[in-house]
């Protein structure tokens, strides 16, 4: 698929919405629980259901299986650590959802993985358009 400003919108789309299920939907107790360790079973699985997601958009816009596989590594990578300086962070200062700083923690949570997804995108256009 070529790389036009509509496929790249649409790439970035499908992210957010796949960013959204995995991060909102189908998080399972056994991912929430605990997460301010750092080798933490469940955030591990976490990270993996929002690579199969990825997978599926880049399947989806025609990405190589290649790519696919690099893309997914290193997104799960950087999902998995995003996640746990977040937690440790709002686990250290005992942040509850009442307090400011702990909407500012999820925040950047939130814009971090947004980032991923922009660099995820540059990629696609980079090596794969």
């Known amino acids: 698929m070529p790389a036009t400003l509509g496929t790249v919108l649409l790439l970035?789309?499908?992210?957010?919405?796949?960013?959204?299920?995995?991060d909102f939907y189908l998080q399972t107790p056994k991912m929430l629980s605990g997460r301010g360790e750092y080798f933490h079973v469940g955030r591990a699985q976490h990270a993996a259901v929002h690579v199969?997601?990825?997978?599926?958009?880049?399947?989806?816009?025609g990405a190589p299986l290649q790519f696919i596989l690099?893309?997914?590594?290193?997104?799960?990578?950087?999902?998995?650590?995003?996640?746990f300086f977040?937690?440790?962070?709002?686990?250290?200062?005992?942040?509850?959802?009442?307090?400011?700083a702990f909407w500012r923690a999820a925040g950047l949570d939130q814009c971090m993985h947004n980032l991923t997804y922009i660099a995820m995108a540059?990629?696609?256009?980079k090596?794969?358009?």
């Open 12 to 22: 970035l789309c499908l992210l957010q919405i796949k960013h959204m299920f995995a």
């Open 52 to 61: 199969v997601g990825s997978v599926l958009v880049f399947l989806v816009i």
């Open 70 to 83: 690099i893309i997914a590594a290193l997104e799960w990578i950087v999902h998995f650590n995003i996640d």
């Open 86 to 100: 977040k937690a440790s962070y709002s686990d250290k200062k005992k942040l509850q959802p009442d307090q400011a």
């Open 122 to 125: 540059w990629a696609w256009v």
């Open 127 to 129: 090596f794969v358009a």
